[in-house]
């Protein structure tokens, strides 16, 4: 099956420090996601984004389908950044969907 | 808020026992998918109904089972647990489930004692 690969797995940034975290996958997608898992559980969706850039506040994401990675940039961190941020692709025929998540960045912003 | 609800937040139970997890879809969104986060297995996709008919399955166990009604909410039902099925159960949802987004519940607790 398809196999997503995250980096880095940990992260450690001062308040208003900027990063890149990067989502390789092995396969032709179809589907991409940005997931953020802040401390209490929650997946909160960030970017659907299979191929081209999208921005939304401090974050924006870009895809690049056909070397198989995706980046998300993070500007000027804050603390409410802090939690898992996971890449998850998907690459089922019409219909058929599942989403394949890689293991995840670990972000933690300091103050 | 995503919009798909989960019910229980939190479940504690014994080994041997049986429990049943249920999932709203946002309104609109045909399709329904069960993952699983464990710390060992991370995040496992689980299944996918589409308007009541099962359409994907992944690694999901015999003992486990789910539908989805005619209201379009889904059920996840987990039997004869084990210590292992300890963990995070999210239910998403979206329109056609077919390359589109996937907006995930708050999801779960289970811890099997």
């Known amino acids: 099956g398809i196999q997503v690969e995250q980096s880095p797995p940990d992260l450690i940034l001062q308040e208003g420090a900027n990063s890149t975290l990067r989502c390789n996958f092995s396969?032709?997608?179809?589907?991409l996601q940005w997931f953020h898992q802040n401390p209490w559980g929650q997946l909160i969706n960030l970017f659907y984004?299979?191929?081209g850039t999208k921005q939304n506040g401090r974050l924006s994401a870009t895809t690049v389908a056909t070397e198989r990675y995706s980046l998300l940039y993070i500007s000027s961190s804050q603390t409410t950044d802090s939690g898992v941020y996971f890449c998850?692709?998907?690459?089922?025929?019409?219909?058929?969907?599942?989403?394949?998540f890689g293991t995840g960045t670990r972000l933690l912003v300091s103050p | 808020d995503s919009g798909v609800t989960q019910t229980p937040k939190h479940l504690i139970t014994a080994t041997g026992q049986r429990v049943t997890l249920r999932c709203s879809p946002r309104?609109?969104?045909?399709?329904v998918y069960w993952y699983q986060q464990s710390l060992d297995q991370g995040l496992q996709f689980l299944i996918q109904?589409?308007?009541?008919?099962?359409?994907a399955k992944g690694n999901i166990l015999e003992r486990f089972s789910a539908q989805q009604f005619p209201d379009l909410h889904s059920e996840l039902n987990l039997s004869s647990l084990e210590l292992g099925d300890s963990a995070l159960y999210f239910c998403?949802?979206?329109?056609?489930?077919?390359?589109?987004?996937?907006?995930f519940g708050p999801g779960t607790r289970l811890t099997v004692l």
């Open positions: 998403a949802s979206s329109v056609t489930g077919g390359g589109d987004t996937q907006y």
């Open positions: 396969d032709s997608v179809n589907n």
């Open positions: 984004i299979p191929s």
């Open positions: 998850a692709v998907a690459r089922g025929r019409a219909g058929f969907q599942k989403l394949v």
């Open positions: 309104s609109g969104d045909l399709s």
């Open positions: 109904y589409y308007n009541g008919e099962e359409r």
